[in-house]
């Protein structure tokens, strides 16, 4: 689990700290994949999330775990508003909004859970069987 500050350099470390763990599991190939559903993870609850969260320090904490089919990714923030998809509404000219329809793009299933006593995790599992 790796603790994600909300900056540009929290951004930068998680991307960082994904591709290693990905290497260092010899999944590389499935690392440019990995690293766009964690920026788009973090970044949403960068944007929705921290913002709402109560008093304190909120933080944004990043969890990769290894199955024999699948990494699953997960992104807990202190927020407990549910993730927004709404593939239909989203135009190609517009500048924010299409972040889960990337992830539901490249996920083999994604949802999330609330995390009591406040906050919730965003999961996501990307296979790692071979194509064919």
């Not at 929290?10 to 700290?17: I, K, S």
């Not at 920026?39 to 913002?51: D, F, I, M």
């Not at 992830?103 to 296979?127: F, H, I, M, N, Q």
């Amino acid at each position: 689990m790796l603790r994600v500050a909300c900056s540009g350099e929290g951004f930068a470390r998680a991307r960082v700290f994904t591709r290693d763990t990905l290497s260092g599991w010899s999944l590389d190939r499935h690392a440019d994949d990995a690293v766009l559903v964690i920026t788009e993870l973090v970044s949403n609850a960068v944007r929705h999330a921290v913002p709402s969260a109560a008093a304190g320090a909120p933080e944004v904490r990043l969890g990769l775990a290894l199955a024999p089919d699948h990494l699953t990714l997960t992104v807990s923030d202190p927020g407990d508003n549910a993730p927004v998809f709404a593939p239909s509404g989203i135009s190609a000219l517009q500048e924010h909004g299409r972040g889960l329809c990337i992830v539901d793009a490249l996920a083999e299933e994604w949802g999330w859970t609330p995390r009591p006593p406040a906050g919730k995790t965003v999961w996501v599992k990307l296979s790692t069987r071979p194509l064919t």
